[in-house]
């Protein structure tokens, strides 16, 4: 079986779960608050910030503090549920495909649901930005290649860490303990983005990257965020962990 009919085995099994909603229902969460708080927009807690600027940001930073890394945590969890249940990672150990290929093709999947959400978020904005802006009688829409890379840079930030968090699911078999791990590391992320070695915390990348934008904005226009150490760290963290849960995937059923 190839790895691509693995991955859309993959996504047939999710498809009738309520994966969706898990996704969506944050995002809805998250710009219900910020149009009922539309007039705080225009005054940005950051001297220079625009208004639109600060619309942007306020919505994407809860996202990046805790619903995006929440979300990936219940994701990890109900992705490995799937095989743990009614004997289904004995079925797909069974098949003529190495447990590590199944570990990466559930990876990939996670990635794509990440990529869902954070669609979502990027797709509400502009109905969201409109409705702002007929409220407060200003544009707050700003430009679809300034929101688009932005949150595409969002989405890649976030892959360390969505690694990390499928690590974890794979080596605690718990369903309980293995949430709560993942949801208790991303409290730290707000401290850690505030020490030198913040680029060693995975959880902090997409949060990070919101303050920074929020920072460096009001200064020209112009965000900049130091590629080096965080590119080798991301890189070599995200290798490291799914390194080990292809290692750790389905080692207890296969004793």
């Not at 570990?103 to 509400?124: E, G, I, R, S």
């Not at 990348?205 to 590629?227: K, Q």
Request: with cysteine; proline share 7%; net charge positive.
């Amino acid at each position: 079986m190839s790895f691509l009919k693995l991955i859309g085995v993959e996504l047939k099994k999710i498809r009738r779960s309520h994966i969706f909603w898990i996704l969506l229902i944050p995002v809805i969460l998250l710009w219900i608050p910020t149009l009922i708080n539309y007039d705080f927009i225009m005054n940005p807690a950051t001297d220079g910030l625009s208004p639109e600027h600060n619309f942007f940001i306020q919505s994407f930073m809860g996202l990046a503090w805790f619903m995006f890394p929440a979300s990936m945590v219940v994701c990890t969890v109900l992705l490995i549920q799937t095989e743990r249940g009614h004997g289904g990672m004995m079925k797909m150990l069974a098949l003529p495909v190495s447990p590590a290929a199944l570990c990466m093709a559930k990876f990939v999947v996670l990635l794509l649901l990440a990529a869902v959400q954070v669609a979502l978020m990027t797709a509400f904005y502009y109905p969201c930005a409109a409705i702002a802006s007929h409220l407060n009688d200003y544009n707050l829409i700003l430009s679809p290649l300034f929101v688009l890379r932005e949150a595409g840079i969002f989405y890649l930030s976030g892959i360390p860490m969505a690694a990390v968090f499928w690590l974890i699911a794979v080596c605690v078999r718990t369903p309980i303990f293995s949430m709560g791990i993942g949801l208790a590391s991303i409290v730290p992320s707000v401290l850690a983005i505030n020490t030198k070695v913040w680029f060693a915390y995975p959880m902090c990348y997409p949060f990070y990257r919101i303050m920074i934008l929020m920072s460096e904005l009001p200064n020209g226009g112009t965000v900049h965020m130091e590629l080096i150490p965080l590119l080798p760290m991301a890189i070599g963290l995200t290798i490291v962990c799914l390194t080990g849960a292809c290692l750790f995937f389905g080692k207890s059923e296969r004793r």
